[in-house]
């Protein structure tokens, strides 16, 4: 075992971590902190087996994200993917979308790919999340989207947005502007979050 290697089965007896453990899920409470709820939920998929303590983080990171969403879009206000926490809030709609897309919610998915590219203040990502919108809008299934256009062998560990699929196979100039009927009919869609203002 290497150094870089951790001892899973210790970390599960020792009192530092399950302390900081304790500690970190009241921070994230205290704070609704949606970035401290990934670390809890990365270090309980590590250690734990308790499915309803997980399932109560992915729901607590899930309803901050969506709130965090709600009042951003109410003040007219984008992601700041250098701020840790609305990059995290990105994340956590992003994996959502994700979710949705893979169980065929072609409709939620879409609405999610759009807002989240209305929302991201990063270049290559927001036009990532229009590529991702309209896969949908032309009807591919999830499995054809992670199939044939997006490239997921492309990715960078130290990179912040590694978590979201930002890479492809594909043209994604000439993808979008072969739909540019599809890219104005999102872009559309999108107005009635202007008119709210």
Same mark, same amino acid.
């Given at each position: 075992?290497? $150094?870089?290697?951790? =001892? ?5 007896? &020792?009192? @530092? ?12 409470? *205290?704070? &609704?902190?949606? *970035?401290?709820?990934?670390?809890? %939920? ?9 499915? !309803?303590?997980? &399932?109560?983080?992915?729901?607590? /990171?899930?309803?901050?994200a969506f709130d965090k969403l709600a009042e951003y879009l109410s003040q007219q206000k984008g992601f700041d993917m250098n701020i840790q926490e609305e ?15 893979? !169980? #065929? ?10 807002? +989240?590219h209305y929302m991201i203040d990063e270049k290559n990502l927001k036009h990532a999340m229009m590529v991702h919108a309209v896969s949908v809008m032309i009807?591919? =299934?999830?499995?054809?989207? /992670?199939?044939?256009?997006? !490239? ?5 560990? #130290? @990179?912040? +947005?590694?978590?979201? %699929? ?10 979008? &502007? !072969? $739909?540019? =009927?599809?890219? *104005? ?13």
């Amino acid at each position: 075992m290497t $150094n870089q290697e951790i =001892d899973i089965e210790a970390l599960k007896t &020792n009192k @530092d971590f399950l302390a900081n453990l304790v500690l970190l899920e009241e921070e994230m409470n *205290e704070q &609704n902190s949606i *970035e401290k709820g990934y670390q809890l %939920l990365d270090a309980l998929l590590l250690v734990s087996e308790d499915e !309803d303590k997980i &399932n109560d983080i992915f729901t607590f /990171i899930l309803k901050e994200a969506f709130d965090k969403l709600a009042e951003y879009l109410s003040q007219q206000k984008g992601f700041d993917m250098n701020i840790q926490e609305e990059l995290f809030t990105a994340r956590a709609i992003y994996e959502h979308a994700i979710e949705r897309y893979s !169980d #065929n919610d072609m409709k939620g998915s879409k609405e999610l790919f759009q807002v +989240l590219h209305y929302m991201i203040d990063e270049k290559n990502l927001k036009h990532a999340m229009m590529v991702h919108a309209v896969s949908v809008m032309i009807g591919n =299934d999830f499995d054809t989207f /992670i199939g044939t256009i997006a !490239d997921i062998e492309k990715y960078e560990e #130290n @990179d912040k +947005l590694a978590y979201f %699929l930002k890479s492809f196979r594909i043209d994604t100039d000439k993808f979008l &502007n !072969d $739909n540019n =009927d599809l890219v *104005e009919q999102a872009k559309d869609e999108l107005k009635v979050l202007e008119e709210s203002k």
